[in-house]
């Protein structure tokens, strides 16, 4: 098949819709099939059999952050000067302008393209419901519902005039529920996430299917010139209040006098005075946690592969590729009950421990239980690498991706 694919962000450390891409489409050329990808800014790196239009963007996000693009004459444009002037006050207008530019590319590229599918990754925008004009089967990917996001931002913002800025923030959501419910199928990474999309954006049950995540298993495996290091755990994507990196922290706290456990966070370290960064210093952790950044993909394995413990405290995944890369660096996963990481670790003590979100104690009280059982650990690490060579390969999630085109077609 010739696929074309849409991300309005690409690049394969802006989160799990830049891994997404980069291995779906990988994984798509692969199985032979003809990929050309539509991307916006940051654009991804992909492999050479896949064929990438890059598309026009102001990038106000991203290293324009804050400032005129270079050549600020862009602006004057209707698209370019919506996307400014919404920017300006606190809107997030990316998935509805990449929608507009991705459909005037596919206007060109048509005559001499003949496309079978567009599969849209998350952007959601009323460009996709133009592009039904085309006669081509419209699907996309859905990590999970925004909407998820904002009610927990706006549940922990301070004062009104946070609250409203965060509703703000948000309002694409309209956009995204209403083309949601109107384009050929929705992808759900799992179950879980499935289950919040039919809630949140009413899409009918029958448009949807689920096809869950893969894990580069060739990348993410054990390094045994690592050694690991006494009672140390790792985080994965600490900046997001969704994370749960609060309740870990608070659950360190509560052991600071029974154990030293050591906390890597791979993930930008907070600066927002009400987020973690204060609560280091407060709960007396400035030892005991240490905040890396972003670091590459090889540097993030040794990390994993250095912990005796991946810890998942998120109050929410639709996935969860953290835990599954853990698993498949053969480290026990303490995961939260939340969203889909159940899916993803299998049943309590299959691959690690399952606890309650929101819930310190119950943190605390897993982290001391396994730091203290390394038969238990080993076991857990060897059923994790087994469940997703099992479960979650990214040859299998584009395998059932292109089934769902071969549905539609």
Same mark, same amino acid.
């Given at each position: 098949?010739?696929?074309?694919?849409?991300?309005?962000?690409?690049?394969?450390?802006?989160?799990?819709?830049?891994?997404?891409?980069?291995?779906?489409?990988?994984?798509?050329? #692969?199985?032979?099939?003809?990929?050309?990808?539509?991307?916006?800014?940051?654009?991804?790196?992909?492999?050479?059999?896949?064929?990438?239009?890059?598309?026009?963007?102001?990038?106000?996000?991203?290293? *324009?952050?804050?400032?005129?693009?270079? *050549?600020?004459?862009?602006?004057?444009?209707?698209?370019?000067?919506?996307?400014?002037?919404?920017?300006?006050?606190?809107?997030?207008?990316?998935?509805?302008?990449?929608?507009?530019?991705?459909?005037?590319?596919?206007?060109?590229?048509?005559?001499?393209?003949?496309?079978?599918?567009?599969?849209? *990754?998350?952007?959601?925008?009323?460009?996709?419901?133009?592009?039904? +004009?085309?006669?081509?089967?419209?699907?996309?990917?859905?990590?999970?519902?925004? #909407?998820?996001?904002?009610?927990?931002?706006?549940?922990?913002?301070?004062?009104?005039?946070?609250?409203?800025?965060?509703? +703000?923030?948000?309002?694409?959501?309209?956009?995204?529920?209403?083309?949601?419910?109107?384009?050929?199928?929705?992808?759900?990474?799992?179950?879980?996430?499935?289950?919040?999309?039919?809630?949140?954006?009413?899409?009918?049950?029958?448009?949807? +299917?689920?096809?869950?995540?893969?894990?580069?298993?060739?990348?993410?495996?054990?390094?045994? #010139?690592?050694?690991?290091?006494? *009672? #140390?755990?790792?985080? =994965?994507?600490?900046?997001?209040?969704?994370?749960?990196?609060?309740?870990?922290?608070?659950?360190?706290?509560?052991?600071?006098?029974?154990?030293?456990?050591?906390?890597?966070?791979?993930?930008?370290?907070? =600066?927002?005075?009400?987020?973690?960064?204060?609560?280091?210093?407060?709960?007396?952790?400035?030892?005991?946690?240490?905040?890396?950044?972003?670091?590459?993909?090889?540097?993030?394995?040794?990390?994993?592969?250095?912990?005796?413990?991946?810890?998942?405290?998120?109050?929410?995944?639709?996935?969860?590729?953290?835990?599954?890369?853990?698993?498949?660096?053969?480290?026990?996963?303490?995961?939260?009950?939340?969203?889909?990481?159940?899916?993803?670790?299998?049943?309590?003590?299959?691959?690690?421990?399952?606890?309650?979100?929101?819930?310190?104690?119950?943190?605390?009280?897993?982290?001391?239980?396994?730091?203290?059982?390394?038969?238990?650990?080993?076991?857990?690490?060897?059923?994790? +690498?087994?469940?997703?060579?099992?479960?979650?390969?990214?040859?299998?999630?584009?395998?059932?991706?292109?089934?769902?085109?071969?549905?539609?077609?």
């Amino acid at each position: 098949m010739k696929i074309c694919l849409l991300s309005y962000r690409g690049e394969p450390y802006c989160g799990g819709q830049g891994v997404y891409i980069y291995h779906l489409s990988k994984e798509l050329a #692969s199985l032979g099939h003809e990929v050309h990808l539509l991307s916006g800014n940051p654009h991804p790196n992909v492999v050479d059999a896949v064929k990438m239009e890059k598309i026009e963007s102001l990038d106000l996000y991203g290293v *324009n952050f804050g400032r005129l693009p270079p *050549n600020p004459l862009r602006i004057l444009t209707p698209l370019n000067f919506y996307e400014f002037m919404a920017v300006l006050l606190g809107a997030f207008p990316e998935p509805f302008t990449f929608s507009m530019r991705a459909y005037g590319k596919l206007r060109q590229l048509l005559p001499l393209e003949k496309f079978d599918v567009i599969h849209d *990754n998350q952007c959601l925008g009323y460009g996709l419901l133009l592009m039904k +004009r085309f006669k081509i089967p419209v699907i996309a990917t859905i990590h999970h519902p925004p #909407s998820i996001d904002r009610d927990i931002d706006v549940a922990q913002a301070k004062g009104w005039w946070m609250k409203f800025k965060m509703m +703000r923030w948000y309002s694409f959501l309209t956009m995204q529920r209403l083309v949601s419910r109107r384009i050929d199928r929705i992808l759900a990474v799992s179950h879980s996430s499935a289950g919040e999309i039919k809630r949140c954006f009413k899409v009918p049950q029958d448009k949807l +299917r689920v096809v869950y995540n893969g894990v580069d298993g060739t990348l993410f495996k054990r390094d045994d #010139s690592v050694l690991k290091e006494p *009672n #140390s755990l790792i985080m =994965v994507g600490g900046v997001s209040r969704m994370k749960g990196l609060l309740y870990l922290l608070k659950a360190l706290q509560l052991l600071r006098d029974e154990i030293k456990v050591k906390l890597t966070v791979v993930g930008r370290a907070p =600066v927002d005075s009400e987020h973690a960064s204060s609560l280091v210093e407060e709960y007396g952790l400035e030892d005991r946690v240490t905040f890396r950044g972003r670091i590459s993909a090889e540097e993030l394995v040794r990390q994993y592969s250095a912990a005796e413990i991946a810890v998942a405290p998120s109050l929410y995944e639709g996935f969860g590729f953290p835990a599954a890369e853990a698993m498949s660096c053969q480290v026990p996963v303490i995961a939260t009950r939340a969203g889909a990481l159940p899916e993803v670790t299998g049943e309590d003590g299959e691959v690690g421990m399952l606890v309650p979100p929101a819930d310190p104690d119950a943190l605390a009280t897993a982290i001391k239980r396994l730091l203290g059982d390394e038969p238990l650990r080993k076991r857990m690490g060897a059923a994790g +690498r087994k469940r997703v060579e099992r479960n979650f390969t990214w040859r299998q999630a584009a395998k059932k991706t292109v089934e769902v085109y071969q549905e539609l077609l």
